[in-house]
Structures are given as C-alpha cells and as structure tokens.
C-alpha cells in the first residue's frame, strides 16, 4: 500500500496533458505587446491624474502656502528618463526618441494648452537654453520654478518642423503627485508627495470623484495633518507619564501600559477626526476648482463594494456611510455659499470621530 500510493504520488506530479509547444519568440512578441500596451495605459491614466491634479492646483494657491511654484501642465521625457525596464519599448509606444523630450501629457486649460502644444511634440529649447534629455521631467519643473510666470519662448518640434510658441505659465500648488499602478484602492500622503494607485483612479468614475480623492490628500498635506499626528502622538504620551506618574504616587506600578495605549489611542483618536476634516477641506478645494460636487458622495458607494468591512467599522478612517453622507452634507453647504454669492471658505471647526479610538497601524488615506 505504502509504495502503491508512492507511486500514484509520483504519477501525480507528471504533467498529464499534453500541451502546446510555446516557442520563445512568440511569447517575447506577446510580451513586448503587453508590455507597450500596459505603458499607454499609465499614461493615460496618469494624463487623467494630471488633468484633475492641474485644475486643483491652480484653483487653491492660498491654501499651500510656500508650497507652490509657476507650472505650465505638461509633462515631457525621454527614454533614458524613465526606469530601465520601460526604453526598449518607449518609441513604439509612445513615439519618444532618444534626442529630445517628447509631450506625454497637456492637462486641459492649462497654459501649455493654450500655447498650442499637444501630445506628441517634440519639446527642443525654453528661451534658447536645450531641454535636459535624461531627468526631463525634473529639469522642466526646477526651470519653470525659477522661471516663475514670465512669458517663455519655447521652440517644438511637430511633424519634423520647428515652432516657436509663447506659454505664459501659472502659480500652482507644488507637492508632486506619484501616479503607481497598484490594485489597491488607495492614495495615502507623507505631506512631502501624494501618491495615488491605479485602483483608487479605476474606482472613481467621475473626475469630480477623482478629484476629491486628490483634495483629501492635498488637504492633508496643507493642514499640516501629518506632524499634527506626531504632536497628538506626544500629547497622548505626555497624558500617559501623567497618569501613571500618579499612580506610582499611590504606589502601585502601571508598568508604563497606560502610556502605550494612550500613546496609540492619541495618534488614533485624532487620525479619525483628520480624515473627515481632510473630506471636508478637500471639497472645498474640489469645488473652488470648478468640479460640480453632485453625486460624488457615491464615490463611497463604490469604495463599500470593493471594501466591505469599511462599512461597519474603519480603525483608522471613518466608515463608508459617514463618508459618504458628510460629502453629501458638504456639498449642499458649498451650493448654499455658492448661491448666496458668499467665498468658498471652509469653517473650520472642531470634527467630533463617531467612533472610539482602538489600536492599530495608521495609514492615510
Ligand atoms: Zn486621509
């Protein structure tokens, strides 16, 4: 018996069907296929990202502070820009060169826009000084920052001809958005960039929706949401060495547990409230933007299909429900401002969390 079911084993772990010869120079043109088509896509999910980002950008200068730099919405490169892995194909799908920096992406109304310039050119020169053909996209950015709004000259290339048009850039907000492809429905901010995933972008349907995910975390950023997590972290510290200060006093060691869990409770109790107060600054930051903010509330509909434990409870984020209804809420408030002719300016007050605090690991979102 023993060697029988030995041996069935081993028949087991034979392949059993047989299967197609798979020769390696198909798979390697099925690969470069899938490989341009998965390029173009980033890129235009990303051209979406940046359209949105654009428009948010420009409509809240006053909110960012020193965080902003004169912007023009385009974004260029080269193939010896982007990761190794992607220049091989780069040409093919995109049509980048190797010479001179190619137009991936021109948000809507923006000042690249209005000068004319499209995706496909090639961009050559900003006032006679050469484009950097390796960190274009960083280069363009410092240049356009040092520049500031002054009109420039820039010289592009279109159908092998040479232009030279006038783009008169504009202040926008400065904190960089990462645009990463990853299923997850998440975007998350360290107050120094903003990253977005391409399931949180597959997610919204609207623009207004993807919009007001941009907000939230731009929102974040400007409140200063991060280092105020850090201080609350130490005042929930402080309040633990107080407590079990006292309680060494009457004799009786706490062993410092009152501090841990205050310490978690601290960061945690104020995460909850950030979030909704992050939801409520970045519609206003959506609005002043000119996004209609009728029904993207449903945006957390959409997010209770993909995530239905946040529909009960969220650790470090208020519910689906509360999310959503409190988007509703604001957005009437907005129109009511909007219709009394009144500045869109958020009130800021104190937002009570609609749940205790529990310990867990933090994430922004
Ligand atoms: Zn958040």
């Not at 449903?298 to 988007?327: C, E, Y």
Request: hydrophobic letters at 40%.
């Amino acid at each position: 018996m023993v060697v029988a079911s030995a041996l069935v084993g081993a028949q087991c772990a034979m392949p059993i069907s047989r299967l197609p010869q798979l020769p390696e120079n198909e798979i390697d043109a099925e690969r470069r296929i899938q490989q341009v088509a998965q390029m173009r896509e980033y890129y235009g999910q990303l051209h979406r990202v940046d359209n949105v980002a654009f428009r948010i950008r420009t409509a809240n200068i006053a909110d960012c502070g020193e965080h902003v730099a004169a912007q023009i919405g385009l974004y260029a490169t080269t193939p010896q820009s982007l990761p190794r892995r992607y220049r091989s194909y780069a040409r093919e799908a995109l049509g980048m060169t190797w010479s001179r920096p190619t137009v991936i992406s021109v948000s809507d109304g923006s000042p690249a826009a209005q000068a004319g310039i499209v995706k496909g050119d090639e961009i050559i020169s900003l006032n006679g000084e050469l484009i950097a053909v390796t960190g274009t996209a960083r280069w363009l950015r410092k240049w356009f920052a040092r520049n500031g709004t002054k009109p420039v000259e820039a010289v592009i290339r279109r159908a092998d001809e040479d232009q030279t048009v006038t783009v008169t850039p504009v202040m926008g907000c400065s904190i960089p958005i990462n645009y990463v492809t990853a299923e997850e429905a998440n975007a998350a901010t360290d107050g120094e960039q903003i990253i977005i995933q391409s399931g949180m972008v597959e997610l919204a349907k609207t623009d207004a929706q993807l919009a007001s995910i941009i907000g939230h975390e731009l929102a974040h950023a400007n409140l200063g949401h991060i280092e105020k997590q850090q201080i609350n972290t130490l005042i929930g510290f402080a309040g633990g060495v107080a407590i079990d200060g006292g309680f060494a006093l009457g004799g009786i060691s706490t062993g410092g547990a009152f501090r841990r869990e205050l310490t978690k409770a601290g960061g945690r109790a104020y995460s909850v409230a950030f979030e909704r107060e992050a939801d409520y600054v970045g519609a206003y930051y959506i609005a002043r933007a000119g996004y209609d903010l009728t029904g993207v509330e449903d945006l957390w509909r959409l997010m209770a299909m993909k995530n239905p434990s946040g529909i009960q409870l969220a650790r470090t984020h208020p519910t689906s429900p509360v999310r959503f209804l409190q988007m509703r809420k604001v957005a009437a408030e907005i129109a009511d401002k909007k219709a009394r002719g009144e500045p869109l300016t958020p009130d800021l007050r104190f937002v009570q969390t609609e749940q205790p605090p529990s310990p867990s690991g933090e994430l922004m979102r």
